[in-house]
């Protein structure tokens, strides 16, 4: 693959000129450890809180596809640091399967990248950390899981707790939720999440792993064709800014134990 620079211009040529090459693997089946676990003793009582087991994971994931970082302030948008992509060779691509596997998807992988697979990695990273489907419902759409604790924020024992964006100010272990299709805007969402619900489908979610201040640090898949960490900064009451490229609308507070 031709050498990339970490320009947002020179990334979104290269995603049309060398990303999605088209080319695919055999056909094989996936490895017992590509499948999601039903969470076992051993998963509802890790050595980290299911929490701190969630941010493990999807750092662990992060770290496998390079550590590539996306940073946003304001309209403009980088890649300091570019990482392997869904389609860069089998070890990344089949990892991507795993993710497809976790929602009942088993002949997708990274070489299939016109298929979004975010939710699939969240879905994923929820399954390994140790969650039942109780607890947090497999989705290969967003919008599914969202929907789902959204209706049962008011219930008492809820793993997520769904909060406007103007009423919270997000923490590790959280998801925070984005529309997408926008172009040349950002929308003004002034009902709650179930309205942005009946809307749009076409939904991004990311898990924040870190704060330092102002400034959240989130992993997501599928996040410029690879597991990225994104970096953005807060307002200046800790809330979440929409943007043109991130138009926030729900942040899902996590209840699980610290």
Request: hydrophobic share 35%; proline share 9%.
């Amino acid at each position: 693959m031709t050498s990339r620079l970490i320009t947002l211009a020179v990334a979104a040529t290269l995603v049309l000129s060398t990303g999605c090459s088209g080319k695919k693997k055999p056909e094989i089946n996936p490895p017992a450890s590509a499948q999601a676990p039903t969470p076992g003793p051993a998963a509802r009582q890790p050595r980290f809180s299911l929490r701190q087991q969630i941010i493990k994971v999807a750092q662990q994931e992060w770290e496998f596809f390079g550590k590539q970082i996306v940073r946003l302030e304001g309209s403009e948008e980088s890649i300091p640091h570019v990482g392997k992509w869904e389609d860069d060779g089998d070890p990344w691509s089949s990892r991507v399967n795993w993710y497809w596997n976790a929602v009942g998807k088993p002949g997708l992988d990274g070489y299939d990248c016109k298929e979004p697979w975010s939710a699939a990695f969240i879905s994923w990273v929820m399954r390994q950390a140790g969650l039942n489907a109780s607890q947090f419902p497999p989705s290969d759409a967003h919008w599914h899981y969202i929907r789902y604790f959204v209706e049962r924020s008011g219930y008492s024992g809820s793993p997520f707790v769904s909060h406007r964006i103007g009423e919270y100010s997000p923490k590790p272990g959280d998801l925070i939720c984005a529309t997408r299709g926008n172009s040349g805007f950002i929308p003004v969402y002034e009902g709650g999440p179930s309205s942005v619900l009946m809307g749009h489908t076409k939904l991004h979610c990311d898990i924040v792993v870190e704060r330092q201040g102002a400034m959240l640090g989130t992993i997501g898949g599928n996040v410029r064709n690879s597991v990225s960490k994104t970096f953005f900064p807060l307002d200046d009451n800790g809330l979440l800014r929409p943007s043109e490229r991130r138009p926030w609308f729900v942040v899902l507070e996590n209840r699980l134990s610290p």
